[in-house]
């Protein structure tokens, strides 16, 4: 985590995997340093639970895209030596590199001249192997990341993340009546039309992707909020819609009616696209 002093607040940064997430925290719109900061480092703790870090070896192990060797950490590298005379002399060596438990960057080199290319080669990997198998799997809290200029805080990989749960307790709570044989009736309704149950709007059939565990899995979604009938009103099966789950959920967040809108435009225009791709094109 860095501090901008030019724009007075903290920004919280966190890399998984290539992707970093960024975010500003100033003093101005939470009240002051420490509320910022704390603001920060809650947004970097929630960042950190839902992408949790890697380990240290599996950071070690990762192939980047400009390795040309075939083994992670493992180069053949041009060497040139200055001599007192004035004169240079260069050699090629195969180097391992390696990050220690400290984070500073370690080579060793392994001469070609000396022991050849494919045997100077075999020692740079096997060396490295053996550097990365020696480290602690987990980082310390004592191994923190910052950036030149910067002002270093302490933030270590990683923090203990916990809750609480589990106590019983007691709401009280406000419900709509629902009518369980006008769900069953719609479920039978569905089976009678279609032989099977699926989605009316993706068509994800869950006996199909979890066989037995799946058989009579569906959820039933009425197109006009219960909420907004006010009092007990007469439901027909054309007022219902078998979902899965996912659809289900999605078209809870907002507007119930047009998010449905949306989700099935999104549908339809997937089964043309599939309906008029050419074969072979992919």
């Not at 939470?30 to 950071?59: C, L, Q, T, V, Y």
């Not at 490295?128 to 270093?152: A, H, I, N, Q, T």
């Not at 069953?184 to 039309?193: F, G, H, R, V, W």
């Not at 149950?197 to 569906?218: H, P, S």
């Amino acid at each position: 985590m860095n501090y901008e002093t030019s724009a007075n607040g903290w920004l919280a940064r966190y890399t998984r995997e290539g992707v970093t997430f960024s975010q500003l925290f100033t003093d101005s719109k939470f009240g002051g340093e420490n509320e910022s900061f704390e603001a920060a480092k809650k947004w970097h703790d929630e960042i950190r639970e839902i992408f949790p870090p890697m380990s240290r070896r599996e950071f070690m192990r990762q192939k980047k895209v400009t390795n040309t060797s075939g083994h992670v950490g493992v180069r053949r590298d041009l060497s040139v030596v200055n001599k007192k005379n004035g004169k240079q002399y260069s050699y090629y060596n195969w180097v391992a590199s390696w990050i220690d438990d400290t984070g500073q960057k370690k080579y060793k080199q392994f001469s070609i001249s000396k022991y050849g290319e494919e045997e100077a080669k075999r020692m740079a990997i096997a060396h490295r192997e053996k550097m990365v198998s020696m480290l602690s799997d987990e980082w310390g809290d004592d191994y923190w990341s910052y950036r030149p200029g910067d002002r270093r805080i302490r933030t270590p990989y990683h923090r203990e993340i916990y809750g609480y749960e589990g106590e019983e307790i007691y709401r009280i709570h406000r419900d709509f009546e629902r009518d369980k044989d006008l769900r069953d009736k719609k479920i039978d309704a569905m089976l009678s039309e279609h032989g099977r149950l699926m989605c009316e709007v993706c068509g994800f059939d869950f006996e199909e992707a979890y066989g037995t565990l799946g058989k009579g899995v569906i959820e039933v979604h009425h197109i006009k909020p219960l909420s907004e009938l006010g009092q007990s009103t007469k439901i027909y099966l054309e007022d219902l819609m078998c979902m899965c789950a996912n659809c289900h959920l999605v078209i809870h967040i907002g507007n119930e009616q047009e998010n449905l809108r949306k989700l099935k435009m999104i549908f339809e225009t997937r089964k043309k696209k599939e309906a008029n791709r050419v074969p072979g094109s992919d």
